[in-house]
C-alpha cells in the first residue's frame, strides 16, 4: 500500500509530461498562438469564441450537470452486466462532446482554421493517452 500513491504519482506525471511534450510540439508545427496548457478550466472565459458558443457552452454544462447527477441516480438502483450499459460510459461522450463543440465553434467563427485542428487534435490526443495510461497503469498499481 505503501508504493500505491507514488505509482499514481508516476502515472500521472507521465501523462503531464507527454501532454505538455504534444502541446509544445502540436502548436508549433501548426503555427497557432500558444493556449494556456490544460485551460479547460470551470470558468473558461478565455475559451469562449462569442456569443453563439457562450449559449452552447452553457447549455452543454446544464446537460452535463444533470447527466451526472442522474448517472449516480441510475448507477444505484440499477445493476449492470456490460461496460457499455453503465451510465458512466456516456458521460464520457459528453465530455468529448465539449471539446468538439469548440473545436465547431473554431472552424465556424475563427480565421486561422488551424484552430479547430489543434482542438481536434489535442482532444483526441489527451482523451487517448489517459485511457492508454488508465488502462495500462492500472495493471502497474495492482
Known amino acids: 500500500m505503501g508504493f500505491f500513491f507514488l505509482k499514481i504519482m508516476l502515472i500521472l506525471m507521465i501523462y503531464l509530461l507527454l501532454m505538455y511534450t504534444f502541446h509544445q510540439g502540436i502548436s508549433s508545427w501548426l503555427g497557432v498562438g500558444k493556449r494556456k496548457i490544460f485551460s479547460h478550466d470551470i470558468i473558461n472565459i478565455i475559451n469562449i469564441i462569442n456569443e453563439h458558443h457562450e449559449k452552447a457552452d452553457t447549455s452543454h454544462r446544464k446537460i452535463m450537470l444533470s447527466a451526472l447527477f442522474s448517472c449516480v441516480i441510475i448507477d444505484v438502483i ?52 489517459l485511457l492508454l495510461l488508465l488502462t495500462v497503469g492500472i495493471e502497474l498499481v495492482f
Not at 449492470?80 to 473545436?103: D, R, T, V
Not at 467563427?109 to 482523451?127: A, D, I, M, P, Q
Request: one cysteine or more.
Open 78 to 129: 440499477f445493476d449492470y452486466e456490460h461496460w457499455y450499459q453503465n451510465p458512466y460510459s456516456y458521460m464520457l461522450l459528453l465530455l468529448i462532446s465539449g471539446s468538439f463543440l469548440k473545436a465547431y465553434m473554431e472552424w465556424k467563427y475563427v480565421e486561422n482554421k488551424r484552430e479547430c485542428t489543434y482542438t481536434v487534435l489535442e482532444t483526441s490526443f489527451g482523451y487517448g493517452l
